[in-house]
C-alpha cells in the first residue's frame, strides 16, 4: 500500500490555496493511482487542499496537526504503521526534497517503508532563502516533532 503524502505550503496572511501548494497538489494528482491514499498535510492548507483536489487515490485523509515539515514527517510515520503502508511519496516543491526525504527518512527508519519525493515545480529566490534558514532549525524541529513519537525503543 502507498501513501502519497502532499505538504502544505502557506504565506501570512493567506486566505486561499498558495500557488505553491497548488503546483504541489497538481503534481500529486499526476503522480496518485486508485490504489493509492493520499495525505494532505498541514495546518491550515490541508483542508484547503482537499477542496481543491481532483485526483484519483482510494481514500483522501487531512492531516491538520502538523506545522512544520518534521510535525507532518512524524504524523505520516504514524499513519504509514496504522494503514501498513510499505511506501510513502512526498510531494512538495523541488527546493524542498531534500530536507523532506531527509525527514520522512528519519521518521520511518527501521520501519520498512520506502521513502521517495518528487518536486513540483515553483521558484522564487526568496523561497530558496526560507529553506536555507529552515535547514538550520533542523535540529530543533526534529528534537519537538520526534520526541516521544517513538515508544519501541
Do not use: K
Not at 504514524?78 to 516543491?93: D, F, I, K
Not at 529566490?125 to 516521544?148: D, K, T, Y
Amino acid at each position: 500500500m502507498r501513501l502519497v503524502v502532499v505538504l502544505g505550503y502557506s504565506a501570512r496572511g493567506d486566505q486561499g490555496l498558495h500557488p505553491v501548494c497548488a503546483a504541489r497538489l497538481e503534481t500529486a494528482a499526476g503522480v496518485a493511482s486508485v490504489e493509492d491514499t493520499v495525505v494532505l498535510t498541514g495546518r491550515p492548507e490541508a483542508e484547503l487542499m482537499r477542496a481543491a483536489w481532483q485526483g484519483r487515490a482510494l481514500d483522501v485523509v487531512c492531516e491538520t496537526d502538523a506545522g512544520v515539515t518534521a510535525e507532518s514527517a512524524a504524523h505520516v510515520a504514524r499513519l504509514a504503521g496504522e494503514l501498513g503502508a510499505s511506501e510513502v511519496v512526498a510531494v512538495t516543491s523541488w527546493w524542498h526534497c531534500r530536507r523532506t526525504a531527509f525527514l520522512f527518512r528519519r521518521a520511518l527508519r527501521g520501519s520498512g517503508v520506502a521513502v521517495s519525493t518528487v518536486g513540483a515545480p515553483s521558484w522564487s529566490g526568496r523561497l530558496l532563502l526560507r529553506e536555507a534558514a529552515a535547514h538550520a532549525l533542523l535540529p530543533v524541529q526534529i528534537r519537538r516533532a520526534f520526541s516521544g513519537a517513538r515508544t519501541d525503543g
